[in-house]
């Protein structure tokens, strides 16, 4: 279940209807107040239909709020009745969710949720081996909860342990049972996350789909919360040896066979063929982030959309028989399967965020407001940080999905203006959101816990804030600091070994600067100058397989100015390409802005004091706002813009001029510059460094504009450089995330 029932809560006559006067009152008059600009009358209203509704899933319940929620957007939310119905009930997401209901009832109904965790608990491995079997047996319900939903597994789960219990004699309030009874809903809400087609992943996914417009790439969701979820399990496994340490005495003779006593382990041919058709569905719903875009199949599968992929199965199911009977009795599985309140809650939030998204609203600008002194310098890691705290702070207390909704305007809002890519911040709200034990309301498995006589409440907060930190930092690590690369590094050690390829590491900085040679004649030893928006490094070059860093940037890159004070003039993002555009039309001014941290002898890189500089000459001396936000075309620049970017580029230019002078007089053997990265597309720059290395007598390269900014070219060529030299990597090698300390060597060995 995704977050609370759909069953009232209990209070007494007084109490409930006092709760639905404020629900009403909130939806519906919240839009009677003034708006604060640049919220609009339609927008004052919508965000008190949000709030009402939020408040009554609360406080009250899921079904009646969000069907009045609907009402209310037909009368005061701007949406005409059957728009609203195309919007809501017709939306494809709403339909997917209800047959998805249909047919993990069907697995609960065939007892393949209780096959799958005795079939692995009972395994030979784990004979002997208390804390093999525990880790096994949550990982079972890691799966149990990816398959169907963390209320059902946890309660699976608990059966299976009641039998341990039972076999190994271990009593309520023995420090084991404790530990699993949490432990197994901790491992049934993580495991939850990993199928992004379930209750409250869908929710927040479609919430932001409907509002951005834009896809998630569910494959690469499902790669990072398999790892997160691993990682999640083994923590736990930690806390157990070094917090709770149970007594494991009694399971070190535990006699698995004995959990199996009405003969579940045994497949019937039903069952099978209700496992198939689990495995089909996995594989239909990813197969076309994988197969060839031309291909028949491929093109089926788009055109019918994930929605269509679970109808087909589902009508497939309900028409084949087996043993007589048909496999799936529609009827009987949207009568025991299908939570309506759910289903209700996501008919609602996605007209709701449609309309929350429209210009015409004003919510997004108000968001982006409220947000920006806060975050306005604040990099997309920073951000997903934030944003994914707040979610696992809030869903403590709140509806998981309710939650994941309410951040996504706030998502929207942030990476749209800001130029962000949503995946981080996205990861980190679906995730935290499962992160759900603290309290009753944090959802309903959290709820069944909380009422667990096996598992008392002193127990539960002791442990559930440190489980509670541990997936956060878990989740951070994994999606923020490894996350893709940690999966394309395994996946390339793995693929060397099974084919006894050579395994080459690729320092990303070396590969921009080794760019150059892909239209150049590269010649070692040489000078680099890597200019980007992560990185303003001046190397020397010895070889393709060793540079070494002569000068960093201490805070802001050079292409991090750009973008910067791009945004603070109020051009389009990324604003380099612009404010390149502007300044050759501009008149520069060298007396204008400083020329950033020139007085001292060494080669590093700070242009923050620029940004500062700009950010107080476009405050003090512009008009305020005599252009268009965001600013996309040149001809709509006043001279005074162009000005400004032309001296802002000019300071710019001139401090990377200075330091790579100093760099060359520091190593006279070199006649070479290479240049690459995303800023050595700038004119002025490219035109300087010519005119440097030309009048000493040398010369430089530097990759097309096309290949300075990522590509996957550039790490080919290089990892072809680094090999032909004789070089390669052992399996050992780590994944170097970003921040961290890179070698000059990255662990080269030769052949």
Not at 440 to 459: I, R, V
Not at 474 to 501: D, E, N, P, R, Y
Not at 565 to 573: D, P, T
Not at 615 to 643: C, I, R
């Amino acid at each position: 279940m995704a977050g609370k029932e759909s069953t009232p809560k209990r209070f007494s006559a007084p109490a409930y209807y006092l709760h639905t006067v404020v629900c009403l009152l909130i939806m519906f008059g919240f839009g009677q107040l003034p708006p604060v600009e640049p919220l609009t009358p339609l927008g004052m209203n919508l965000i008190g239909i949000f709030l009402g509704v939020l408040y009554g899933w609360v406080c009250i319940e899921i079904v009646w709020p969000s069907l009045a929620g609907l009402l209310a957007l037909m009368l005061i939310g701007g949406m005409k009745p059957m728009m609203l119905l195309n919007k809501s009930f017709g939306d494809p997401v709403v339909q997917m969710m209800f047959f998805i209901f249909v047919f993990c009832a069907t697995i609960s109904h065939y007892g393949l949720s209780k096959f799958i965790s005795l079939w692995f608990i009972t395994r030979k491995f784990v004979a002997g081996r208390p804390w093999v079997f525990t880790y096994t047996f949550l990982a079972s319900i890691f799966i149990l909860g990816a398959l169907t939903s963390a209320s059902p597994a946890a309660l699976i789960g608990w059966s299976i342990l009641y039998g341990v219990c039972e076999v190994c004699g271990y009593k309520k309030g023995d420090s084991y049972p404790t530990m699993m009874v949490f432990g197994i809903v901790f491992a049934a809400q993580i495991g939850q996350s990993m199928i992004p087609f379930k209750q409250v992943a869908l929710t927040v996914f479609s919430a932001y789909e409907t509002m951005s417009g834009m896809g998630i790439d569910y494959a690469k969701y499902m790669l990072i919360a398999l790892l997160i979820c691993a990682v999640c399990s083994l923590l736990f496994i930690v806390m157990g040896k070094y917090i709770f340490r149970p007594d494991m005495s009694k399971l070190v003779h535990l006699d698995v066979s004995k959990l199996d006593k009405d003969g579940s382990l045994v497949l019937s041919r039903v069952q099978k063929v209700i496992l198939a058709f689990l495995f089909l569905l996995v594989i239909l719903l990813l197969a076309p982030n994988f197969m060839p875009k031309d291909f028949f199949l491929t093109r089926f599968l788009k055109a019918i959309g994930n929605t269509g992929i679970v109808i087909l199965l589902v009508t497939v199911m309900a028409a084949i028989k087996v043993e007589g009977k048909a496999l799936l009795n529609f009827k009987v599985m949207v009568d025991s399967g299908v939570t309506w309140g759910i289903v209700l809650l996501l008919a609602f939030v996605q007209p709701l965020t449609i309309a929350m998204a429209a210009p015409g609203s004003g919510i997004t600008d108000f968001l982006m407001q409220l947000l920006t002194p806060f975050f306005g310098e604040s990099s997309s890691i920073t951000f997903a940080l934030f944003i994914g705290f707040a979610a696992v702070a809030l869903t403590q207390v709140m509806n998981n999905g309710a939650v994941g909704v309410v951040l996504m305007p706030v998502i929207h809002s942030f990476c749209q203006a800001s130029g962000m890519a949503p995946e981080l911040p996205l990861i980190m709200v679906v995730m935290g959101v499962h992160f759900a034990f603290l309290t009753p309301a944090a959802s309903a498995s959290a709820a069944l816990l909380h009422g667990n006589e096996w598992c008392n409440t002193k127990a539960i907060w002791k442990s559930s804030p440190l489980a509670i930190l541990g997936a956060y930092a878990a989740t951070a690590i994994v999606t923020l600091l490894l996350g893709s690369l940690l999966v394309g590094v395994a996946f390339a050690k793995a693929l060397a070994l099974g084919c006894g390829a050579r395994f080459l590491g690729v320092n990303h900085l070396h590969a921009h600067l080794l760019a150059a040679g892909l239209e150049n004649e590269l010649r070692f030893p040489a000078l680099g100058l890597l200019v980007s928006g992560g990185h303003t490094h001046i190397y020397r070059m010895e070889s393709p397989s060793r540079c070494i860093v002569l000068g960093k940037t201490l805070d802001d890159a050079a292409g991090e100015a750009f973008d910067k004070v791009g945004k603070i003039l109020g051009l389009a993002y990324p604003g380099g390409k612009l404010m390149d555009a502007l300044a050759r039309q501009g008149r520069a001014d060298a007396r204008l802005f400083p020329r950033p941290y020139l007085d001292n002898d060494n080669l590093d890189f700070s242009f923050s004091g620029l940004k500062t500089a700009v950010t107080s000459y476009v405050h003090q001396v512009l008009p305020d706002q005599p252009w268009p936000h965001p600013l996309q075309d040149t001809a709509d620049a006043p001279q005074a813009l162009k000005d400004c970017c032309a001296s802002f580029n000019l300071a710019v230019v001139e401090t990377i001029v200075t330091k790579v002078e100093r760099a060359l007089a520091a190593n006279p053997d070199l006649d070479l510059l290479i240049m690459a990265g995303g800023v050595a597309a700038n004119s002025l720059l490219r035109e300087r460094m010519a005119q440097l290395m030309e009048k000493r007598g040398g010369h430089t390269i530097m990759p097309g504009r096309a290949l300075c900014t990522d590509n996957a070219a550039m790490v080919a060529y290089a990892s072809w450089l680094i090999a032909r030299e004789g070089w390669q990597h052992d399996l050992r090698m780590e994944t170097i995330p970003r921040g961290k300390a890179i070698p000059d060597d990255m662990f080269f060995r030769e052949l």
